[in-house]
């Protein structure tokens, strides 16, 4: 089918308490096995592409390999800009045919991520297409954060009701203790937070930097609430890891078709075996496969 909304993925999984992934792509295979992943545990699915992702694999034929992957099925697949910084990246994104967008401007004091958000909400909304935006600062893992500083980075549920209320976004990101990249240790999640945060807003939250956050964490977060998972580094490093076994076992091998094949096979499981944690596994009516 054609592209759909994050509204539209996200409304039916507020009401089933289930949460949604948002994996990453940067080319063909990855893009092929998330919709593989789909179809197989007949689940909808937020295909997201960061502005370096864009730039390396090139916004056009991101737009048009997810559109074609996603005409293939009946699955409702969202296209997603993750991490937007600006309103001309936004904007091209938009007019290239995503149906949903990301304004990450939650490096600004509240005033100017209030207006930098609604100016791209005020577009996106004419054009029927989704806004997620980011407020408290989710940390790459190698930023070296001391536990004092910790608690200023992280959303405050008040500030979460004015932002949501001024913007008018459709998902809001929150920083509640994780980080984007490989975790040194046990992530630690406030989940008394985004219980707070929960409470204080009404439009589906986003969990970022969800690689490595053990299962009965990522059930903890979806159970108090959370319906969007984004995923990226453990996606990297499953297709990265079959991709170095093989080079590993067949040093003569020279057909990347025969490196990346069996790679895009190991991003598929993974992907699947995410869908079925996040909750979002057959929950299309069976009519959806196709
Ligand atoms: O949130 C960050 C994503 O993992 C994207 O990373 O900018 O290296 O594509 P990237
Ligand atoms: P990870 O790379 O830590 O999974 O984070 C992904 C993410 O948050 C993309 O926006
Ligand atoms: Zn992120």
Do not use: W
Request: proline share 4%; glycine share 6%.
């Amino acid at each position: 089918m054609s592209l759909v909304t994050l509204t539209e993925i996200l409304t039916p999984a507020e009401k089933g308490h289930y949460a949604v992934g948002a994996f990453n792509a940067n080319n063909m295979e990855i893009v092929q096995a998330i919709i593989g992943a789909a179809i197989n545990q007949n689940s909808p699915v937020i295909i997201q592409a960061s502005q370096g992702a864009l730039k390396y694999a090139g916004l056009e034929q991101v737009t048009a390999m997810v559109r074609a992957a996603a005409q293939k099925s009946s699955i409702p697949v969202c296209l997603h800009l993750d991490h937007g910084t600006d309103f001309d990246q936004v904007m091209r994104c938009i007019r290239a045919g995503f149906s949903s967008v990301m304004i990450d401007a939650s490096a600004y004091p509240l005033k100017e991520n209030i207006r930098r958000t609604k100016e791209v909400v005020a577009v996106a909304r004419a054009v029927g297409v989704s806004v997620e935006a980011e407020l408290g600062r989710i940390a790459g893992t190698e930023e070296q954060i001391d536990v004092s500083e910790r608690e200023a980075f992280l959303t405050d549920p008040e500030e979460a009701s004015i932002f949501v209320r001024e913007t008018g976004i459709d998902a809001l990101a929150v920083a509640i203790g994780t980080a984007h990249g490989p975790y040194r240790g046990e992530p630690k999640l406030d989940l008394r937070r985004l219980e707070a945060i929960k409470s204080s807003i009404n439009i589906p939250i986003v969990l970022h930097g969800a690689s490595g956050v053990p299962a009965e964490t990522i059930r903890a977060a979806v159970e108090r609430g959370v319906s969007k998972i984004n995923i990226d580094t453990e996606l990297r490093q499953t297709f990265t890891a079959r991709m170095r076994q093989i080079l590993a076992s067949e040093p003569d091998e020279y057909d990347p078709r025969k490196i990346l094949g069996p790679a895009r096979e190991a991003l598929q499981r993974a992907v699947e075996e995410k869908m079925i944690l996040f909750g979002s596994a057959g929950k299309l009516p069976s009519e959806a496969k196709k």
